[in-house]
């Protein structure tokens, strides 16, 4: 079932913490354009207007 999802985030400094209704989700950082998030383990680099660059851990 689809319904609204409760998101939070509060950051300190580059460090950002994630929240969702179940309480604590993840923690990313964040310098400049470039970040990563500690659940997705993904690299993330924000580009020019609405676009991004995402790279995935692999997982072995």
């Not at 998030?37 to 993330?44: D, G, I, P, V």
């Amino acid at each position: 079932m689809m319904g609204i999802q409760f998101r939070k985030r509060q950051k300190y400094g580059p460090l950002v913490l994630n929240f969702t209704e179940n309480g604590y989700s993840s923690w990313s950082i964040k310098i400049g354009r470039w970040s990563w998030n500690s659940k997705s383990r993904a690299h993330r680099v924000d580009l020019p207007g609405p676009l991004s660059w995402k790279q995935d851990k692999t997982r072995t």
